[in-house]
């Protein structure tokens, strides 16, 4: 004998009697059946990433078998299906801009009581890795590009901020393979530059600093020419350092007719044309003296 409820059955015990026998006195026996209240048990994590599949189960127990069922607002992409045999499940993958987190209710009722558990459920962005490269080392005023690529599935799509310090030096939009440049002038001194990916409606934000960047002062260059003359005249050349490349003497096309590197003029170059100046000058002042004294 079993019993598919729960409370007071009543057992009657009959008997008829037959040619022999007279028949019997009703008997009855009351029998109590008593359930077992649910209970509700979560299988696997309440967690879920945009884009990819995942899966959380419910086992009930109790007697009679309890029914389930839910409450709440799922994200899109995920279903809750239960069956008849003491178990549900929530399933599915969600969908791109549906990160969050969503409170549940999942019930379990049966003759004896009704239990819930409530559940958050968590729905992330997928993580993403980001490398950022630039250069060791650079010349004040001289401009440098900095790279960063952002990696976690399918190319992501947004921006890159490039900033250092408190300082942002640009923002850069994402190409098609997750790649983004930024070409910039970097204040001397050491610079630590951070990029930082904005994410997406599927990817998550990510930010990492590049190797400090040492910009190299441009510092002024001072010498002292004494020109050969009568009165000692002296003459002071500043030029930068360090300075630009002089023309290759193997390159005659650098020279004008003169023996003047044609173009700008160097720091060396303005020395160099300052002191044949001067000794030009001494000469000329020593050979006039000299027709003088004969004279």
């Not at 049966?110 to 729905?123: E, F, L, Q």
């Not at 005659?252 to 020395?271: E, F, R």
Request: net charge positive.
């Amino acid at each position: 004998m079993s019993f598919t409820g729960v409370g007071n059955c009543v057992i009657d015990a009959n008997q008829a009697g037959n040619a022999n026998w007279d028949a019997a006195d009703q008997v009855q026996q009351t029998i109590t059946v008593s359930g077992v209240a649910p209970m509700i048990t979560v299988s696997g994590p309440s967690s879920f990433t945009v884009s990819k599949p995942g899966l959380l189960s419910f086992t009930e127990t109790g007697t009679p078998l309890p029914a389930l069922s839910k409450s709440g607002t799922l994200p899109a992409g995920l279903t809750f299906a239960a069956n008849t045999q003491g178990t549900a499940r929530i399933s599915g993958t969600p969908k791109p801009g549906t990160a969050g987190n969503y409170q549940i209710t999942v019930s379990a009722v049966n003759a004896v009581s009704t239990v819930s558990k409530k559940i958050t459920i968590t729905v992330g962005r997928v993580p993403t890795t980001l490398v950022i490269t630039g250069p060791d080392s650079a010349t004040a005023g001289q401009t440098v590009t900095l790279s960063a690529t952002v990696t976690g599935g399918d190319p992501p799509t947004g921006t890159v901020t490039f900033t250092t310090g408190s300082s942002r030096l640009g923002i850069s939009t994402l190409d098609k393979d997750g790649h983004a440049e930024l070409s910039t002038v970097l204040p001397a001194g050491t610079d630590t530059v951070t990029a930082s990916y904005s994410g997406d409606a599927t990817f998550a934000p990510a930010s990492k600093p590049v190797t400090p960047i040492t910009i190299k002062a441009i510092t002024a260059q001072v010498t002292t020419l004494k020109t050969a003359s009568p009165t000692a005249t002296t003459t002071t050349v500043i030029a930068p350092s360090p300075s630009p490349s002089l023309p290759s003497p193997s390159s005659p096309s650098n020279l004008a007719s003169t023996g003047v590197p044609a173009g700008p003029l160097t720091g060396l170059a303005i020395l160099l044309l300052i002191a044949g100046t001067a000794l030009l000058t001494a000469t000329g002042r020593r050979q006039k003296n000299r027709r003088n004294l004969r004279a």
